[in-house]
């Protein structure tokens, strides 16, 4: 057999991946020995992401097709090659186009702007901007550049306001309006999956930070997610929907379980420790605290000018369960309070299945607002976009404590924990 520099660098990409691909079509229906592909075997070591699998299944599901690929720097294999360097160089493979989210597709951007449309230096293909685009828009987008087959491959976090996942849902509804295909290739939650925490988004409030009502820690995989959204709220108009399953991968796992490299999913999440507060300390974007952004442990240290040790003796009173808070002071480079001196507090995570980021995030709300009297949340009520509706501002600006505000979305996330069952992929 002869092969080319692109046949020898694409089955490089291969190269310790175990098993077939996962298919799941637009039913839902897992794949399986007869049923359109094989089911997701148990691997050795570590992880194998859905990249892996679909390389090492000979890239069938995209035969004859024209493929446009949804990536940014998190989409590696596992010796950290670029997924679009390798399926460039792989004839199996018929890619012609490039689509980067927030923060573009080599992640140069800062958090709410993208790189827009460019060339690709090392590839020479085109690069679309999807970022906070109207399905219609992106419908257009995708007819232009003339493909078949959308394949979405990005690092996820878990949290509902992380945007990449409605870039996902945005992809998906535009590829239906475009009579294309969507691939989405799976990668770990990193910090797990075991369950649901948090209020479900109120449709009122949908915005880029939340499109559809589901939890603010959703603790699904991308392509778990992609199956609800299709069962769930695309379903008038379901796009014809494949889904690649890692191997290796249990709900109860953390990224540092998984063997897989960690890049960056965007310039403000340097490390998994950074995801696992996350869902949490994010909630402080809705606030005059800084949450970190600035500093080299963003949303593990937030704080103000003023803000003194009360807070962090105020919140460890709390008894918050696999979490201690650290009286800390930081100088953000940018964004909020930029130059100044801030007081505050450091997340420091003892035990990570007992931590709930969540319930953590709000008990650093009541309690930062008890303790500062220069608590302020931002005058435009971003915070009701982030958790979801106005019942946790109206809650903590009432006096409400933690189990308080937690026991008002307790309904609405058991509702969703029941839906959230039908579309999960991993044990």
Known sequence: MTLSRRGVLGLAGAVGSAGGVGALGAAGTAGAAGAGGVGAPRAAGRVRTGFERLAADGYAVLAGQKVGVVTNPTGITADARHLVDVLHADERVDLVAVFGPEHGFRGTAQAGDAEGASRDPATGLPVYDTYDKSAQRLADV?????????????????????????????CMRAAALAGKAVVVLDRPNPVGGRRAAGPVLERPYASFVGREPIA????????????LFNGEFLGDAPVRLTTVAMSGWRRGSF???????WVPPSPNMPTPDTALAYAGTCLFEGTNLSEGRGTTTPFEVLGAEGVDRRWAEAANGLGLPG?????????????KHVGKVCGGVRLIVHDREAFDPVRSGIGLLVTAR???????????HFIDRLTGSDRVRVLVDAGAGVEDVAGDWAAGLARFEAVRAQYLLYA
């Open 370 to 380: 008890r303790v500062w009297s220069g608590f302020g949340w931002r005058a435009d």
């Open 323 to 335: 979490v201690w808070f650290r009286e800390a002071y930081f100088t953000p480079t940018f964004s």
């Open 142 to 170: 995708f007819t232009a550049a003339g493909i078949d087959t959308v394949v979405f491959d990005v690092q996820d976090v878990g949290a509902r306001f992380y945007t990449y996942i409605w870039t996902l849902y945005d």
């Open 255 to 261: 990224f540092g379980e998984t063997g897989l490299p």
């Open 216 to 227: 603010l820690a959703h603790g699904m995989t991308a392509a778990e997610l992609a199956r």
